[in-house]
C-alpha cells in the first residue's frame, strides 16, 4: 500500500474532514481514503451519451413497437443529359 503526506491543509477543511469522519464512525485517514477513491472513481467512470441518457430516462415507460413499411424497389437514378 502506497502513502501520501498533505501539507498546508487548511485548519478548517480539517476539522471538517474531523466532524466529517465522526458522523460515519471512522478515523480522519479512512474517511480520507474514501473521499479520494469516490473521487477517482467518479472521475474514471465513463459520462453516458446524450442518447444514454434519453433512453434511460424513458425506459420505465415502455417501448413502442412500429410496423415498418414495406421495401419498394430502388427508383431509377436521375439521368444528367
Request: charged residues 40%.
Amino acid at each position: 500500500m502506497a502513502s501520501i503526506t498533505i501539507r498546508n491543509l487548511e485548519d478548517d477543511v480539517k476539522t471538517r474532514l474531523r466532524r466529517r469522519a465522526a458522523g460515519h464512525g471512522r478515523s480522519m485517514e479512512e474517511e480520507a481514503r474514501r473521499i479520494l477513491a469516490e473521487a477517482v472513481d467518479r472521475e474514471a467512470a465513463p459520462e453516458k451519451g446524450l442518447g444514454s441518457a434519453i433512453h434511460e430516462l424513458f425506459k420505465p415507460l415502455g417501448g413502442v413497437d412500429l410496423e415498418l413499411p414495406p421495401r419498394e424497389p430502388m427508383r431509377e437514378p436521375p439521368r444528367l443529359d
